[in-house]
């Protein structure tokens, strides 16, 4: 171990012992010429040779976190060999592990521990995102820092390793019990990402309920049996990332954080009697079908009885002016067409032009439904060009629609899923650009938090452009067509001085004006009420723009 007072590289001088584990020591130590506080991880050789790691490893794997930037990770400032110890200088991280924090206080509040779990998915899909992959494999409380801001960072790399495609399991097996995914114990493949999704499982579980999972009964069983209050949508979630088949967990830390951020939408039942409904008929057909036909007779029977019983809901649902409940029976029946999907969001949802939060709900549950142990929303990849269009369609919806103003960030997933697929050209240009506009209004809202100006206005300029052009109409719909002109209008007006200190003339934005306001006239108003108050709504807009236009042209 390392003397208290001693002075280590000439310029580390250790000054306590702040933790310990079974192969390492950390001290606090203080660079007395730059009055800075760092800690020093000691790994003694001998303990390292009696474990199954070697000093190499060690070494290797820290040269490796060296390269690493991320808020919730520390930064590795050295590597020392030491007499009989290797030592890593890194950040000194102020604060208290979470393991503590449940040991003082027991079961942790459920919106904090959500906020923490948010915080480790993106930590580990950093992680995951290098090349190669860099597998944490031991996320546990007590390698969890709580600062006392509230953020919290990720220590102790002792059992990380790089994920090398060619190998069928890990050399070493490594984790904590309780907490450590099955793979991790050998015979069944190597940890890969999902093996860090089962211990961030687990994490939660532990937080959430004060229950040790490495402690008696050794068990992590649903949340809601320690504590009813909790959310039914946290539990499902928990046992998802905790399968012990990999891959019935979540796949990636993306799809995970997904959840997460809105888990209150899981809370909601699922939409079971006319699934309970159709279960029913098939067991009828079944058994009435089966004395006259066998196998593929009944098969064939049951299938056109589905086509037939689709296509009258959808007689029906149109008779009464395309009714919610109409369409989700039809998504029911038949989760792969993407027909029902988009005539929900079209002619439902954005029928009044306002795309609420329940009905963001109401379409998110259906997604996450299951039927023959599948998604819905897996079925519907499966067909992948109907696909590829309700993505763009609940895209166009939520950028600009949610609630009544539009949420980019919520849009951008669903954007770059739409692009990422078979659209028509100007579609899927268009599902580029706005995905990347929605990255400007990230970068806008943090402008003006912070006064540093963080978007390139003339590309912003260029991507408003590019989405408003080509006939949207007859590609899109006229209701997409002015809901794009409308938010160009209201982008040139908010941010006309801008645009123009970063290129585009006063005379450029003016002319583009009058293109769509050209463009809006010639779209029919027919007795379509959203697209009557569309086009009054772009009128106003393109009032208030040229009004700005003016203002700050005459006053150069």
């Known amino acids: 171990m390392l003397e208290i007072g001693s002075l280590i590289d000439n310029k580390y001088k250790v000054l306590n012992v702040i933790g310990q584990g079974g192969m390492s020591t950390v001290y606090l130590a203080m660079n007395e010429r730059a009055n800075k506080q760092w800690a020093i991880k000691e790994f003694r050789k001998d303990d390292v040779e009696k474990s199954k790691i070697s000093i190499n490893s060690i070494r290797t794997e820290t040269e490796l976190l060296k390269k690493l930037s991320h808020p919730n990770l520390p930064s590795i400032v050295d590597i020392i060999d030491y007499e009989g110890s290797v030592l890593i200088i890194m950040d000194y991280i102020e604060g208290n592990t979470l393991k503590k924090a449940i040991d003082e206080y027991g079961a942790q509040p459920q919106e904090l521990v959500i906020n923490w779990a948010l915080q480790l998915c993106d930590v580990l899909g950093y992680l995951h995102s290098q090349n190669p992959p860099i597998i944490y494999r031991d996320l546990k409380p007590s390698n969890i820092m709580l600062k006392p801001n509230g953020d919290i960072v990720l220590i102790d790399f002792g059992t990380a390793r790089q994920y090398k495609e060619d190998n069928m399991e890990d ?68 046992l998802k990332c905790t399968q012990n088949d990999p891959w019935k967990r979540y796949q990636n830390c993306e799809t995970l954080q997904y959840d997460l951020d809105h888990y209150y939408e899981l809370d909601q039942s699922y939409r079971n009697r006319e699934i309970r409904k159709l279960a029913v008929f098939l067991t009828t057909a079944v058994v009435s079908v089966a004395t006259a036909v066998a196998g593929i007779g009944l098969n064939v029977y049951a299938s056109s009885y589905l086509n037939q019983e689709y296509e009258n809901i959808e007689t029906e649902t149109k008779k009464v002016v395309d009714s919610a409940e109409g369409y989700i029976d039809m998504i029911n029946i038949k989760p792969g067409e993407a027909s029902a999907y988009i ?162 003339s006063y005379s450029e934005m003016e002319l583009k004006l009058l293109e769509i306001e050209k463009t809006a006239s010639g779209i029919e108003e027919s007795s379509n009420e959203r697209i009557v108050e569309l086009k009054e709504e772009l009128a106003t807009n393109i009032e208030k723009a040229r009004t700005t236009i003016s203002m700050l042209s005459g006053s150069r």
């Not at 490594?174 to 793979?183: D, I, K």
């Not at 961030?200 to 309920?209: N, S």
């Not at 004060?210 to 009964?217: C, I, L, R, V």
Request: with cysteine; charged share 25%; glycine share 8%.
């Open 171 to 238: 050399t070493v097996c490594l984790g904590t019990r309780g907490y450590a995914a099955p793979e991790q114990f050998g015979g069944q493949g190597q940890t890969d990402e999902r093996t860090d999704i089962y211990c961030l499982g687990a994490t939660i579980y532990h937080l959430i309920t004060g229950k040790n999972p490495s402690e008696p009964p050794y068990e992590m069983l649903p949340i809601r049996d320690w504590n009813p209050a909790l959310s039914k949508g946290l539990e499902l979630i928990i």
């Open 343 to 504: 005539n929900l969001i079209d002619q439902v949802y954005l029928k009044d032009g306002n795309f609420s939060a329940d009905e963001d709900n109401e379409i998110r549950t259906l997604l996450i439904s299951t039927k023959n142990k599948k998604t819905y929303e897996q079925i519907l990849m499966e067909n992948k060009q109907g696909y590829c269009m309700t993505c763009y369609r609940l895209g166009l919806a939520y950028f600009y629609s949610y609630e009544g103003v539009g949420n980019k960030q919520l849009s951008a997933y669903w954007f770059n899923q739409a692009a990422s697929g078979e659209l028509e050209e100007s579609q899927t240009e268009r599902a580029k650009r706005l995905g990347s506009i929605a990255e400007y209004y990230v970068n806008l809202g943090n402008m003006d938090k912070s006064g540093d100006v963080q978007v390139d206005f003339k590309e912003y300029w260029d991507d408003l452009v590019a989405v408003a052009s080509g006939d949207i109409q007859k590609v899109d719909n006229a209701t997409t067509a002015l809901v794009i002109y409308k938010e160009l209008a209201s982008q040139i007006c908010a941010n006309a001085s801008k645009f123009n200190k970063s290129g585009v």
